[in-house]
């Protein structure tokens, strides 16, 4: 592996113009050897505790990360975020039966590591991870949505799933299950900008229009309320939360 790419960051949440509470959570965090994580996870909307899920799981991932040394190869890198993921897994479903009031709380969660040249990305629920590549924004996570599976399984149209009742309805999350099943790529990188989101930002804009926003020449910051901004003023209709990472070139 190359050298650890140098970078600006950003990642802020937003409560939006409709939720009472903000359940989302977000961190960026760099590691003794110059890794950078980026993470988001969003608490299940309507459930107990659903704020509590997102913070605790952010929590424990990035408090074991700033301890985490080194990662001598992509596959063990994909191990150990597997393998933490777990670990908030357990936490946020063990809990739930020591105390009545957290029950059914649960949380999306996504993540990148940045080790070099190569990208470990790990996803569960429908918080999603693009890259900026080729003039264009490229999904790399996968919906684990009830209504993404009917969009693949080819019973309703990708149009049809945008307006769809059931299209807010998860069929994986943290928590949830006293065992976890995650989606992990490890793929490559040649200091590409990378976003994180939750559903708030691409209910509410385009991904042509998150391009544009990425593409502007402004700061970092700028470009995370920028985009923030645009999505409450599409009508904000979820919390709204956004990890940005730019190599320094």
């Known amino acids: 592996m190359k050298n650890n790419y140098r970078g600006n960051y950003c990642y802020r949440t937003d409560i939006g113009k409709v939720r009472r509470t903000n359940e989302d959570e977000t961190k960026i965090v760099i590691n003794s050897n110059g890794n950078a994580l980026l993470i988001v996870a969003d608490g299940m909307g309507g459930h107990n505790k659903g704020d509590y899920a997102s913070f605790e ?3 424990i991932i990035s408090e074991a990360f700033k301890d985490k040394k080194t ?4 596959q063990l890198a994909a191990k150990w975020l597997k393998n933490i993921a777990k670990i908030a897994n357990s936490t946020i479903y063990n ?5 009545v009031t957290y029950k059914g709380m649960g949380t999306t ?3 990148v590591l940045i080790l070099g040249n190569k ?3 790990l996803n569960c629920g429908d918080s999603r991870i693009y890259i900026k590549r080729n003039d264009k ?4 996570s996968e919906d684990q949505t009830y209504v993404n599976f009917l969009v693949k399984s080819g019973q309703i149209s990708e ?3 945008l307006t769809h009742p059931e299209r807010h309805v998860l069929t994986n999350a943290i928590g949830i299950f006293p065992s976890l099943s995650v989606d992990i790529k490890i793929l490559n990188y040649t200091g590409e900008s990378i976003i994180l989101c939750s559903d708030g930002l ?6 042509k229009d998150i391009f544009n926003v990425l593409n502007m020449n402004i700061p970092i910051s700028d470009k995370v309320q920028s985009l923030i901004s645009l999505a409450n003023f599409n009508g904000g209709s979820d919390n709204i939360t956004v990890a940005l990472w730019e190599t320094i070139k």
Do not use: G, K
Request: negative net charge; hydrophobic residues 40%.
């Open 137 to 140: 924004l490229e999904q790399l």
């Open 119 to 121: 990208l470990v990305a």
């Open 202 to 207: 691409y209910n509410n804009v385009r991904e």
């Open 159 to 161: 149009e049809e799933a």
């Open 57 to 59: 799981t952010v929590r």
């Open 95 to 99: 809990l739930q039966d020591q105390d």
């Open 109 to 111: 969660l996504s993540m």
């Open 71 to 74: 990662f001598l190869t992509p």
